[in-house]
């Protein structure tokens, strides 16, 4: 079971990101998704969730508006485009399955 992020970075406030999370050794069709962030000294957070087909989707009252979740279950990835990024979105970013062990993570680096 392997769970592999990309596509951190550093960016500007008021640009975009598209993270992605590469799912393997389980049955992703199956199972919702999720992003969660932690940011340093903090708890890790719950960003957004997508159901198993990709068609209902939650979001921390945070990113709302601003970030996107996506999943592409041929390619068994998920996606998160974050735009409007803020300085308080600066954080790592960590896909989830349920069940499964967390990934390595991404950081995002929002500054100027």
């Known amino acids: 079971v392997q769970l592999v992020e990309s596509g951190g970075g550093l960016v500007q406030p008021g640009g975009s990101l598209r993270l992605s999370c590469q799912a393997s050794?389980?049955?992703?069709?199956?199972?919702?998704m999720s992003w969660y962030r932690q940011a340093p000294g903090k708890e890790r957070e719950l960003v957004a969730r997508?159901?198993?087909?990709?068609?209902?989707?939650n979001y921390a009252d945070s990113v709302k508006g601003r970030f996107t979740i996506s999943r592409d279950n041929v390619k068994n990835t998920v996606y998160l485009q974050m735009n409007s990024l803020k300085l308080e979105d600066t954080a790592v970013y960590y896909c989830?399955?349920?069940?499964?062990?967390w990934g390595q993570g991404t950081q995002v680096t929002v500054s100027s």
């Open positions: 997508i159901n198993s087909i990709g068609d209902t989707t």
């Open positions: 989830k399955a349920p069940f499964r062990p």
């Open positions: 050794g389980f049955t992703f069709n199956s199972y919702f």
